[in-house]
């Protein structure tokens, strides 16, 4: 459906794109992952026609960015950062307004503002201008104005950024819903959960380059999955904790009680409930799912006696964290806290990058 | 729901929904009027204001060197002001579109090229008219203004002025497309339109201004556009001795043509390369 070859795009002396391939098959769910700057953005603008590629070619359902653009506008939608609706208008104004501009007829346009005010939860501010909403009713509009007619294909350029947990949550259901509808998404984004979250492939970009893709499992298992952290009570357990958790761990002489219930390595994109862009703190929600699919054993663990804590790679989110924290039970350490981490952003990115993380 | 999923096969086709995209966008500028009071005053009030200020804190001073009404004189060149003051709220608007994001989500509409600016030079324009209309009644009522003559000829003067608004509203567009920022835009054209309506015949005859300045204020379009607004509406006007002057009206649609044959142009082509940051 998203087709891109060799794409090159240079501002001035700097390239903002050096030679980009991507492909996106009919109705999946494309993210794009990468930091300020690594020319998201800007692919993003190609495909969609807001600029034209210095180089390389690209196709979107069927039509030439370049040579098919009349067409290929009639199939695509955009919403995110930067497409904005019009805060003077009222929200339903700008979805008539939409409408309007896909030709729809007055009186189809006006009933399928109504339709997706509703569907938004917007029905109430319907007739407010769009400049006294909230972040999260606006990127709702905004979306909504995108789907004035539903396009085959959807482009969301850091759809969530600058949202509430709450909101967020909520905008990662619709966009979950459109997916399961049959849109192909593309989606760029600064967060790994939500690339997780939602997406079934994912590429990092990083300086104008597609530097990995795959599936997220596959991603985040090359960064080494999940971490365990636990935070004992006193410092004197640490030592012997230490120990008692490198047994329990799967992947290594099964010495402690049982694995666990197995939820199995490699389970695909759908995951608990969201974490925070980077859940760091040990009580974090236990965001894991055992997508770590490598067999990595629990080898190298950080300990820090200061404060009485102690990090651990673990291949298996869940399993691990049930097994860990029976073991502690059975030796009677007393624990504090006890929590997965999952690789942030910054982790998988550095990784995938090589740059030093210092 | 039947959506058209491609654009109309025929030239009659797509310039219907070329001039309909046009239309929708028009009133999408009104629609914005309405939500803005403040706008919707500079539309209504400002011209209004300009016009009993001027005529009255002005019109009771100057006396005319070669005799006539300063009032009469004064009015052409008021509205022919509010007409150039077209500028900077175009190029603000575009601005404010343009850093928003909208004209993002605008251009990746399927719709006609040259739509979104034509849509929102057609709003320009009849609010430039509106605006001319207002200012029309109140010179007609308050401010004592009387035109002479054929009345043809002040409907032509009118949709002369009018004319030579919509050509600054395309130099507005323009620069407002460079602009990062509403306020940056109005910096962009305040800055020189308002000088530019002073050092023209607008307000005062240009017989005593220094040689070389002198020329620059004949050859200004917006004297050329004052002194055929004069022309036209039957009012005093000043002794003319340059080319322009000699031919006001003559000279004053050259320069509004020219003025949209460079913008225009300049502005679509701006337009459809611009985008957000």
């Not at chain 1, 799912?289 to 673990?314: K, Q, T």
């Not at chain 2, 030239?11 to 403040?38: E, F, I, M, N």
């Not at chain 2, 005053?41 to 209004?48: C, D, G, I, N, T």
């Not at chain 2, 002198?214 to 080319?243: C, H, K, Y």
């Amino acid at each position: 459906m998203i087709h891109a070859e060799g794409l090159r795009k240079r501002y001035g002396p700097a390239e903002a794109l050096r030679g980009v391939d991507l492909d996106v098959p009919r109705g999946s769910v494309c993210g794009l992952l990468g930091p300020n700057g690594a020319g998201k953005t800007t692919l993003v603008r190609i495909l969609t026609t807001l600029l034209r590629p210095d180089g390389g070619s690209a196709r979107v359902a069927g039509c030439d960015v370049v040579r098919d653009a009349d067409r290929l506008r009639y199939r695509i939608g955009l919403a995110g950062q930067h497409a904005a609706v019009d805060e003077l208008l009222t929200g339903r104004g700008n979805l008539e307004l939409f409408g309007r501009l896909r030709h729809l007829p007055r009186r189809t346009a006006r009933s399928r503002a109504g339709e997706l005010l509703d569907r938004f939860g917007l029905a109430e501010a319907a007739d407010r201008p769009a400049g006294t909403y909230s972040g999260g009713m606006r990127r709702r509009l905004d979306l909504a104005a995108s789907l004035v007619v539903e396009p085959p294909v959807l482009f969301l350029d850091e759809p969530t950024t600058g949202l509430d947990p709450r909101s967020r949550l909520a905008l990662w259901d619709l966009l979950r819903e459109l997916a399961d509808e049959g849109t192909t998404l593309l989606l760029t984004t600064q967060y790994l959960d939500e690339a997780d979250r939602l997406a079934d492939r994912i590429a990092v970009l990083d300086a104008g380059r597609v530097v990995a893709s795959g599936s997220p499992a596959a991603l985040k298992a090359r960064v080494g999955g999940d971490r365990l952290y636990v935070a004992f009570r006193e410092a004197a357990d640490l030592t012997r904790g230490a120990e008692v958790i490198r047994d329990a761990l799967p992947g290594r002489p099964a010495t402690g009680p049982g694995a666990g219930p197995g939820t199995g390595a490699g389970a695909g994109p759908a995951t608990g409930p969201g974490a925070g862009p980077s859940a760091g703190s040990l009580a974090g929600p236990f965001a894991g799912s055992g997508n770590g699919a490598g067999v990595r054993a629990a080898g190298d663990m950080e300990i820090d006696p200061g404060e009485r804590r102690l990090a651990v790679p673990v291949p298996d989110g869940a399993a691990s964290l049930v097994a860990v924290a029976s073991a502690l039970n059975a030796a009677g350490i007393a624990v504090e806290d006890l929590g997965l981490r999952r690789p942030t952003l910054d982790e998988v990115f550095l990784r995938l990058t090589g740059a030093d993380a210092a | 729901m039947t959506v058209p999923m491609d654009p109309p096969a025929t030239a009659l086709g797509r310039l219907r929904s070329g001039l309909t995209d046009t239309l929708v966008l028009a009133g999408r500028s009104y629609s914005r009027l309405r939500a803005q009071p403040a706008e919707l005053a500079s539309v209504l009030v400002f011209p209004v204001i300009m016009t009993v200020l001027f005529g009255y804190v002005f019109g009771s001073a100057i006396t005319l060197p070669g005799g006539g009404d300063y009032r009469n004189y004064l009015m052409p060149g008021i509205f022919m002001q509010v007409m150039a003051m077209g500028t900077v709220s175009a190029a603000t608007a575009v601005a404010e579109d343009m850093a928003r994001g909208v004209i993002d989500r605008l251009r990746t509409q399927p719709i006609a090229r040259g739509a979104v600016l034509a849509g929102r030079g057609l709003a320009d324009l009849s609010r430039a008219m509106l605006s001319l209309a207002m200012m029309a009644v109140t010179g007609l009522v308050i401010a004592g203004w009387r035109p002479h003559g054929n009345p043809f000829r002040v409907l032509a003067g009118f949709a002369l002025l009018a004319l030579f608004g919509f050509a600054m509203m395309w130099v507005g567009t323009y620069l407002g497309l460079f602009a990062r920022s509403g306020a940056q835009a109005d910096g962009l054209t305040f800055s020189w339109v308002l000088p530019m309506t002073f050092l023209a015949n607008a307000f005062v005859p240009l017989e005593g201004l220094p040689g070389w300045l002198r020329a620059v204020a004949d050859w200004n379009p917006m004297s050329a556009v004052v002194s055929a607004a004069r022309e036209l509406f039957g009012n005093p006007g000043s002794a003319a001795a340059s080319w322009p002057l000699r031919h006001p009206v003559t000279a004053a649609v050259c320069w509004s043509v020219l003025i949209i044959a460079v913008f225009a142009p300049l502005a679509v082509r701006r337009y459809r390369t611009a985008t957000a940051r």
